[in-house]
């Protein structure tokens, strides 16, 4: 079993690794300077952790938070910024020039290999692995672009489901997780790829640049795992009052509030309204998801309200509870008490009326 726990923590971290290679790799394609390699020193935070956790956790994942989710978001998220920001190849030319250069790629692919299996030799695997990603730099690099967000999507949920868990989360929590990560997922990417094809926006770099802010604010809710996380409130916080009980009893479901109300559809709604009032860019998606995260905002804060009134309604139910339990048990203890019991109160010190007998004189004992 522990080897298994090694061979999923590695083979994880390693997929993450490659695939922000990938991305690094883009970017020197677009931008045509080899410095941009240096974005791949961002990957030794990967491996120091990779490190640490095979040493200290035995690869093993921690309590609410996924270290390697989230320097896997750093190592990558810079490429696509350039990506985006690079918008001068962000729109392909006319589709007849790309399927005539797809289709002389793929002859000149399947040229190769078909050499290769005359010969046989290194060089000439060296040589078809050349012209293959030859082929993958003609492809459209808005394509390219909208893949490797794609990529970065699936990735992330993945990656999170092959990650080894550790001790603050449960297989039934992760599974709830992971399909909270499919819904924001395609909400995020539904969010990216319909602000940034806008001619607009593109026009106006310092709204890119608050949609990329945005875009990379929404995701800091995949390295972390309260949102599925009950927390057992103790008697000695719920009796301090109503912030206390309120934040400990619903901490997974205010987690998730939050997420919605600050971190995903209300800077979404926020950035979808501004298009739409001052650049002018209307259309049925862009008011649909508009409603969609309007409505969403609504009905986090009314649930809310409801948990908070809940909260509230069992906190002014609790003295009269009390009270009726207190009157119930003093019954019962009269009603079941005993001649010993009481004579062992009146021990106690409780005050229980107690029957003098009467003192009786006797007149032929008095002195005369």
Same mark, same amino acid.
């Given at each position: 079993?522990?080897? /298994?726990? %090694? @061979?999923?923590? *590695?083979? $994880?971290? =390693? ?7 990938? +991305? ?17 020193? /961002?990957? %030794? @935070?990967?491996? *120091?952790? $990779?490190? =640490? ?7 093993? +994942? ?17 490429? /696509?910024? %350039? @990506? ?285």
């Amino acid at each position: 079993m522990e080897g /298994l726990v %090694l @061979l999923n923590a *590695l083979a $994880t971290r =390693l997929l993450f690794a490659l695939h922000s290679l990938v +991305g690094v790799w883009r970017v020197t394609e677009v931008k045509k300077e080899p410095r941009f390699w240096l974005l791949a020193l /961002l990957n %030794l @935070l990967l491996l *120091l952790e $990779t490190v =640490l956790t095979l040493k200290f956790k035995r690869g093993r +994942g921690y309590k609410w938070f996924s270290p390697a989710i989230f320097l896997y978001l750093i190592s990558i998220v810079p490429s /696509l910024w %350039l @990506l985006e920001m690079h918008h001068e190849t962000q729109y392909c030319s006319s589709q007849s020039e790309g399927m005539t250069q797809n289709n002389n790629s793929k002859e000149d692919f399947n040229q190769t290999l078909k050499s290769s299996e005359k010969t046989n030799g290194a060089d000439d695997i060296i040589e078809t692995a050349k012209v293959f990603v030859n082929n993958l730099s003609t492809v459209c690099e808005k394509v390219w672009t909208l893949g490797l967000h794609q990529t970065f999507l699936l990735m992330l949920i993945i990656g999170r489901w092959l990650l080894p868990i550790g001790g603050g989360i449960t297989r039934d929590q992760l599974s709830q997780l992971l399909l909270m990560f499919v819904g924001t997922a395609a909400d995020i990417l539904e969010f990216t790829s319909e602000t940034l094809e806008e001619q607009n926006v593109r026009n106006s770099p310092a709204l890119v640049y608050a949609i990329l802010v945005i875009w990379t604010w929404s995701m800091l809710q995949f390295p972390l795992d309260l949102a599925v996380q009950h927390v057992t409130c103790p008697l000695s916080v719920t009796a301090k009052g109503f912030p206390s009980k309120f934040f400990c009893q619903y901490s997974a479901d205010l987690w998730n509030i939050g997420i919605s109300i600050f971190i995903q559809d209300g800077p979404f709604l926020a950035v979808r309204l501004l298009l739409m009032t001052y650049f002018k860019v209307i259309n049925q998606m862009l008011v649909f998801f508009a409603a969609k995260n309007f409505l969403v905002v609504v009905l986090q804060l009314y649930r809310l309200v409801v948990l908070a009134l809940g909260v509230r309604a069992s906190l002014q139910n609790q003295p009269k509870d009390l009270k009726g339990e207190q009157s119930c048990l003093r019954q019962r203890a009269e009603s079941d008490a005993s001649p010993g019991d009481l004579e062992s109160n009146s021990k106690e010190g409780l005050a229980i009326p107690l029957q003098v007998p009467p003192v009786i004189s006797d007149d032929s004992h008095a002195i005369p």
